[in-house]
């Protein structure tokens, strides 16, 4: 389908003055949350790797959206993170393992009110751009909707779900959450976002590592079930004792449904390994052990888990951090 024109400023969208957008890694989610701002008539700016993305992108004049069979291509601007302007609210949209050094890049550009939104999937690698920009407000965000690139600043939106954002200091609902519900992103405040992030992480570490060592989708998991009964109890003790008994709650009944669910499909760390990209293992699995580790509590199986997941990774030349 031929890209329609490339809007500037859409006419059913309310011209928005206000703080920019800033989006640091324009990869899916990145892509995904850029072009629903600029739809909505909001202020958006890429922050790009460096001038080689820059002339790339400016060369494909837009990022394009495939929603619902349609397909739309939005000119937004863009500069790399040399550029002097200052950032005031950053959405940061790159993998766990890339998020501190690519804010490290750009931290000084930030003002005094800055905010940050962390949209990693697991943990660890917010913590560590939170303590890299101690005087900004950084948001921790858990999303379930589901994009991917089909071409270069090319975006999909795969699965409609919703994205939970939480301030782990406890702070108040920032106000440009209206700018979310204007640009159709379906989000929740949580009081609690450590909670779901540890959460997401435990059914992530009982489901995706074993797909890729049984070289199965989700539903193959049914074959594996005393294995994946295990490390659900290993979990829940985890996230108890590290103090994170709502996150337990019946985990096993919980990673069994989606394992159901989502029989069909192969999990995003299967689709890494079977690409031969990088995956975010030191941030899901990786995580969980240091946890376990720190706190002397034994978890044999989820260590055991790690070790053949690394040795896997490291025999097809994939980081294992
Ligand atoms: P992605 O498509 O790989 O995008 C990451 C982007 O970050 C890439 O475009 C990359 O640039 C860019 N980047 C890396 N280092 C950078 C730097 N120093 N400066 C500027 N840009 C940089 O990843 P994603 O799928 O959007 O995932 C992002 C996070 O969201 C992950 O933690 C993932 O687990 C989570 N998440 C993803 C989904 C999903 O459906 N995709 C759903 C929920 C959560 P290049 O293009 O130049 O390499």
């Not at 929603?67 to 609210?89: F, G, K, M, N, Y």
């Not at 949209?119 to 909707?145: D, W």
Request: proline share 4%; aromatic share 6%.
């Amino acid at each position: 389908m031929p890209d329609s024109a490339i809007p500037q400023t859409p006419s059913n969208a309310p011209a928005q003055a206000g703080t920019t957008w800033h989006i640091l890694g324009a990869g899916s989610m990145g892509m995904l949350w850029a072009t629903r701002l600029a739809r909505a008539g909001l202020p958006v700016t890429l922050i790009l790797r460096n001038d080689d993305r820059l002339q790339a992108y400016k060369a494909a004049q837009g990022l394009t959206l495939i929603e619902d069979q349609d397909s739309q291509q939005w000119s937004i601007s863009a500069q790399t993170p040399e550029t002097e302007e200052p950032i005031q609210r950053l959405l940061v949209t790159c993998k766990a393992y890339d998020a501190e050094q690519a804010v490290k890049k750009i931290s000084g550009r930030l003002t005094p009110d800055a905010e940050l939104i962390l949209l990693q999937n697991g943990l660890g690698s917010q913590q560590a751009v939170a303590a890299q920009v101690p005087h900004a407000r950084c948001i921790f965000a858990s999303s379930t909707e589901g994009a991917y690139r089909d071409g270069d600043w090319r975006v999909v939106f795969a699965g409609r779900g919703h994205t939970w954002l939480g301030d782990p200091q406890q702070g108040p609902a920032p106000q440009w959450l209206t700018a979310l519900e204007l640009s159709g992103i379906a989000h929740e405040w949580s009081e609690n976002i450590l909670s779901r992030l540890w959460r997401k992480l435990a059914l992530n570490c009982a489901i995706n590592p074993l797909t890729v060592l049984h070289d199965c989708r989700n539903g193959g998991l049914q074959a594996h079930e005393d294995e994946v009964n295990t490390l659900c109890a290993e979990l829940s003790a985890l996230l108890e004792h590290c103090g994170q008994a709502e996150a337990a709650i019946d985990l096993a009944t919980e990673v069994h449904r989606v394992i159901q669910a989502t029989a069909n499909n192969y999990s995003s760390m299967h689709q890494d390994v079977s690409q031969g990209r990088r995956t975010e293992i030191g941030y899901l699995l990786g995580y969980a052990c240091t946890a376990a580790r720190n706190r002397q509590f034994a978890a044999a199986h989820l260590h055991d888990l790690h070790q053949r997941l690394s040795e896997l990774l490291r025999q097809r030349g994939l980081p294992c951090n």
